[in-house]
């Protein structure tokens, strides 16, 4: 039952927002701050999941030279710096994070 | 003379040619799509998401990074109404490729628009942006969308059913760290944005305000930290802008 509700939430949460302007089709106009903020959106919303991810990845901070997750997201991060591939730095990545966990045992 | 049977035999080859046309300029988007949706069947069951529940929301809500995000969500423990909030925020930019779009589509019956809109990702906006806005005759560039959006839909299916087979074969594939997955592929996707120093100001106030509300409830935390943030490199940005402007003023 849960499950039906968040689908059925997350349907509606997609394609309304892909939907409204498909709908008035070319009636309304952006106004340019607005346009601007939405270009934050994405970069925003998943730094917010990535920091905690790396730094929290067991539910407390572990903010150590042996937190695989840290090390491999800084990792991650130069790698996407350098080639601005996202391909190769999600190889690369958790290439990185599998050694640091396997192959170091952190 | 051309008969009408001719004329309608044309417009099917036409019509074919822009579907094959717009499923192979997105083969190259399938492909870094392919890994996101293996991971997302295989996370699903250890995040507390049933099997057919995983299917049922990649037929249904199709987009990749909310669906991986409500995964996460899951896991610790979110309320729903959280969940399908954060998915909102997280679509907000989906808006803007609409905005692009719509122009050009206009015209089209209402059932068209429905499609596109049920079929706007991330890659299909990719390989249609172009077709739409870079050519010239996009009176049949609908059937390129078609052929992007299905070819995009059906490897997200195929790869979550994937997913979902090998994460039963391998229970423990979850001990591995398939969660850092997920935070390998957001950190290339938001690399590429950080050109400008309103988009610095925007991730790091978003990051360091995730860190500090990361005790909230129902994982509430990361929609402030989000808002924190746009709102952030919004107004950086807007201060940026006076400050040029009254400089050319001075001049």
Same mark, same amino acid.
């Given at each position: 039952?849960?499950?039906?509700?968040?689908?059925?939430?997350?349907?509606?949460?997609?394609?309304?927002?892909?939907? $409204?302007?498909?709908? $008035?089709?070319?009636?309304?106009?952006?106004?340019?701050?607005?346009?601007?903020?939405?270009?934050?959106?994405?970069p925003?919303?998943?730094?917010?999941?990535? &920091?905690?991810?790396?730094?929290?990845?067991?539910?407390?901070?572990?903010? *150590?030279?042996?937190?695989?997750?840290?090390?491999?997201? $800084?990792?991650?991060?130069? &790698?996407a710096?350098? *080639?601005r591939d996202l391909?190769?730095?999600? &190889?690369?990545?958790?290439?990185?994070?599998?050694?640091?966990?396997?192959?170091?045992?952190? | 003379?051309?008969?009408?049977?001719?004329?309608?035999?044309?417009? @099917?080859?036409?019509?074919?040619?822009? %579907?094959?046309?717009?499923?192979? =300029?997105?083969?190259?988007?399938?492909?870094?799509?392919?890994? /996101?949706?293996?991971? /997302?069947?295989?996370? =699903?069951?250890?995040?507390?998401?049933? =099997?057919?529940?995983?299917?049922?929301?990649?037929?249904?809500? /199709?987009?990749?990074?909310?669906? #991986?995000?409500?995964?996460?969500?899951?896991?610790?423990?979110?309320?729903?109404?959280?969940?399908?909030?954060?998915? /909102?925020?997280?679509?907000?930019?989906?808006?803007?490729?609409?905005?692009?779009?719509?122009?050009?589509?206009?015209?089209?019956?209402?059932?068209?628009?429905?499609?596109?809109?049920?079929?706007?990702?991330?890659?299909?906006?990719?390989?249609?942006?172009?077709? #739409?806005?870079?050519?010239?005759?996009?009176?049949? =560039?609908?059937?390129?969308?078609?052929?992007?959006?299905?070819?995009?839909?059906?490897?997200?299916?195929?790869?979550?059913?994937?997913?979902?087979?090998?994460?039963?074969? #391998?229970?423990?594939?979850?001990?591995?760290?398939?969660?850092?997955?997920?935070?390998?592929?957001?950190?290339g996707m938001v690399v590429p944005y950080l050109k400008?120093?309103? %988009?610095?100001?925007?991730?790091?106030?978003?990051?360091?305000?995730? %860190?500090?509300?990361?005790? %909230?409830?129902?994982?509430?935390?990361?929609?402030?930290?989000?808002?924190?943030?746009?709102?952030?490199?919004?107004? #950086?940005?807007?201060?940026?802008? @006076?400050?040029?402007?009254?400089?050319?003023?001075?001049?």
């Amino acid at each position: 039952m849960t499950e039906v509700l968040l689908i059925a939430g997350m349907f509606m949460a997609t394609f309304s927002v892909r939907y $409204v302007l498909f709908a $008035v089709a070319g009636k309304v106009r952006f106004p340019p701050w607005l346009t601007t903020g939405l270009s934050f959106v994405p970069p925003a919303v998943l730094t917010a999941i990535i &920091v905690p991810a790396v730094l929290l990845p067991r539910g407390e901070l572990w903010l *150590r030279f042996d937190n695989p997750w840290l090390l491999a997201g $800084v990792f991650a991060a130069l &790698v996407a710096f350098w *080639r601005r591939d996202l391909l190769t730095t999600i &190889v690369l990545g958790m290439f990185c994070f599998m050694l640091l966990r396997f192959g170091f045992g952190l | 003379m051309t008969s009408y049977t001719e004329i309608k035999q044309d417009l @099917r080859a036409i019509q074919r040619r822009e %579907m094959l046309g717009g499923a192979k =300029a997105t083969i190259p988007l399938i492909i870094g799509a392919i890994p /996101f949706g293996i991971i /997302f069947g295989t996370l =699903a069951g250890p995040s507390g998401l049933s =099997a057919w529940g995983a299917l049922a929301m990649s037929v249904i809500v /199709f987009a990749g990074s909310a669906q #991986f995000i409500a995964l996460g969500l899951m896991a610790a423990g979110a309320a729903v109404p959280v969940i399908i909030a954060t998915t /909102f925020v997280v679509n907000l930019r989906h808006i803007l490729y609409a905005a692009n779009l719509v122009p050009k589509v206009a015209h089209l019956p209402h059932r068209w628009r429905v499609m596109m809109a049920f079929g706007l990702t991330d890659e299909t906006f990719a390989a249609v942006s172009n077709r #739409f806005m870079l050519q010239q005759n996009t009176e049949h =560039a609908h059937w390129f969308y078609l052929g992007s959006w299905l070819a995009m839909y059906g490897n997200w299916i195929l790869c979550t059913g994937l997913g979902i087979a090998l994460g039963e074969l #391998f229970p423990d594939m979850t001990d591995w760290g398939l969660d850092f997955a997920m935070s390998v592929t957001f950190i290339g996707m938001v690399v590429p944005y950080l050109k400008t120093k309103p %988009m610095w100001g925007a991730v790091i106030v978003s990051g360091a305000i995730a %860190m500090a509300t990361f005790g %909230m409830p129902h994982k509430l935390g990361l929609i402030v930290a989000a808002l924190c943030g746009i709102a952030t490199g919004l107004s #950086f940005h807007l201060l940026l802008k @006076r400050s040029s402007a009254q400089e050319t003023h001075h001049d």
